[in-house]
């Protein structure tokens, strides 16, 4: 049995993305799956996607629905998650198997990506990370305890969690890439070429604009100025993976 999670709040992204990472992590292993999803509003979900309440956390108002209420997942306990769990972010496009990110490294308890523009700093990127549940509750423990010196110490989750964690092991960096930062081609070519898919990449992230349907359709959400030279060609790939 493969457990997978993921996590939704609030309305930036439809109950869509939820029940489309289901379909493409179901299509992409060849194992039994447990796929739960920690939502503050299941409406609309798929019947087979596992649904559990958000998580409890305490965190300070301008913080509250960003990406440190991931550390909630370190909760013993939670869901009766057991074993190694792998965590999705819903804005990403599988394009390959997954069960490579269970067997990796099977003696690490945090194996995650490093982050695509902070290459060898030793920051992971937690769009994509496995790790053993109940092993790492201390994570969310010293952060609740007190939130304020780490948010004025670290500048996001993930450099907290990459800091604090008792261990941390990369993948290999062609299996997670991310679409902005990887695969759209630099200016001018973003204006000509499309982007491409590696063969050995596996998961896509769609960090910041564009997310997966715009850049399908060739479209850039930004402002008029930075339109001059962001520009993403329509992406057929991604409707073929993104299902």
């Known amino acids: 049995m493969q457990t997978v999670i993921c996590m939704k709040w609030g309305t930036l992204y439809g109950v869509d993305y939820v029940n489309r990472l ?3 992590v179901k299509r992409h292993t060849r194992h039994s799956l447990r796929f739960v999803c920690f939502t503050d509003d299941p409406a609309g979900m798929d019947p087979v996607v596992e649904v559990q309440p958000l998580p409890d956390m305490e965190l300070p108002e301008r913080v509250r629905w960003k990406g440190w209420r991931k550390l909630s997942v370190f909760k013993p306990g939670l ?14 496009v599988l394009t390959q198997s997954i069960d490579c990110f269970f067997e ?3 003696a690490s308890s945090y194996c995650v990506a490093e982050n695509w523009t902070q290459a060898g700093l030793g920051i992971g ?8 549940a109940g092993v790492h509750g201390y994570l969310l423990d010293n952060f609740v305890a007190d939130p304020e010196s780490k948010l004025a110490k ?12 008792s261990e941390m092991v990369f993948w290999p960096s062609d299996w997670c890439v991310s679409f902005k930062a990887n695969l ?3 200016w001018p070519m973003n204006f000509l070429k499309v982007p491409p898919l ?5 998961i896509v992230a769609f960090t910041g604009e564009p997310n997966p349907d715009a850049a399908r ?8 100025r930075k339109k001059i030279y962001k520009r993403v060609r329509p992406t057929p790939w991604i409707a073929e993976h993104w299902r």
């Open 154 to 165: 670290y500048r996001n989750s993930q450099t907290y969690i990459s800091r604090e964690v």
């Open 198 to 202: 590696p063969k050995n990449t596996r």
């Open 22 to 24: 289901h379909s493409m």
């Open 125 to 132: 990127n937690t769009s994509v990370f496995r790790y053993r």
């Open 79 to 92: 869901g009766d998650l057991q074993g190694d769990v792998l965590y999705l972010d819903i804005d990403l």
């Open 184 to 186: 759209v081609p630099r």
């Open 104 to 106: 990796f490294e099977p």
């Open 217 to 224: 359709d060739g479209y850039w959400p930004d402002s008029w």
